[in-house]
């Protein structure tokens, strides 16, 4: 009898436990909808990881390779050095800022178009320029990229256009990202809305971030059919400053405004809600530094739920489910 008794009392302890942990887990667990496959938000000052989706889920990276490839141009090229553009690079798909075969320019210039404009063409100029040919300068950067630390990242290219046996992880986009950061002429080149090159020739940054907040530091965008949307950049408030790194997205700035939001508040550095102001931006053609903002209808989109409790990774597995598209997508502009 005595025996019943303890396990009752027991038992009773651990209900009311359950009965007390339960409201409070339900208050700790935030959910908000994404449709990226992964995700990875770092404390851009120390590199910890405060929250992640499949952060190393292997994934074709687009045009946020370029970083990389300014990464691994700034090691081997002085900035005004001269590079000669060939008809192979000329020849590259957009998107692209139309160089032509025998032009010369300075690596700095190339940079500008890589970062700003995420020109392949450029991409592949400065690939040759460093090591003769761009499959050559792609496992080049392989090894370098991986001695930096990015374990998980094989490159076939100089620009992020498909290839075969090309992939990185979110979690590797955000340690590049960090390292860029710390060179000073790839911190400015990317915090730089507009830059002229050639004397007329202005270039205009992809990041539209820049325009709409000023919590943007500096990113890169990129898109294919095959990767979707991705992207990686900082964003600073006061002495606090993050990194979001984003691959598989079918709604790119709808998908990056809670993540930033999300990340400042891990930060202990909340923000206010960010406005849905970078699907309104619009640039007048020759990026002449004028913009009009004009509304858009949303369009529906393949959505998955992401469950937040605390700083660590979220499992895909429990917390993610994902819906088909019910509406195809107007293609855009390759590796953008």
Known sequence: MNLLKKVGVVLSGFLAIWLTAAPLAAQEEEEWEVSAKSFVIMDAKTGKILLSL???????????????TAMSVVEHLRLDDKVQVSPHAASAPASKINIKPGEVYTVQELLYALLLSSANDAARALAEGVSGSEEAFARQMTQEVRQWGAYRTTLATANGLPADNQFSTAEDLAKMFRRAMENPELAKIMSEKFHTIQGDRELRNHNRFL?????????????????????????????????????????????????????????????AKLPPAEEKLWFAKRHTGKTTKYARKSKKSRQGKVMVGSAGSVPAKKKTSLKKKTKSRKSEEENS
């Open 54 to 68: 499949n952060p190393q889920l292997f994934l074709p990276p687009a045009s946020t390779l370029k970083v990389m």
């Open 211 to 271: 325009w709409t907040t000023p919590l943007a530091v500096g990113g890169k965008t990129g898109y294919t059919r095959a990767s979707k949307h991705t992207y990686v950049g900082m964003f600073q408030k006061d002495d606090k400053a993050i990194i979001v790194a984003m691959m598989g997205s079918q709604k790119k700035w709808a998908d990056l405004r809670p993540l930033i939001e999300k990340g400042f508040e891990l930060e202990g550095a909340p923000i």
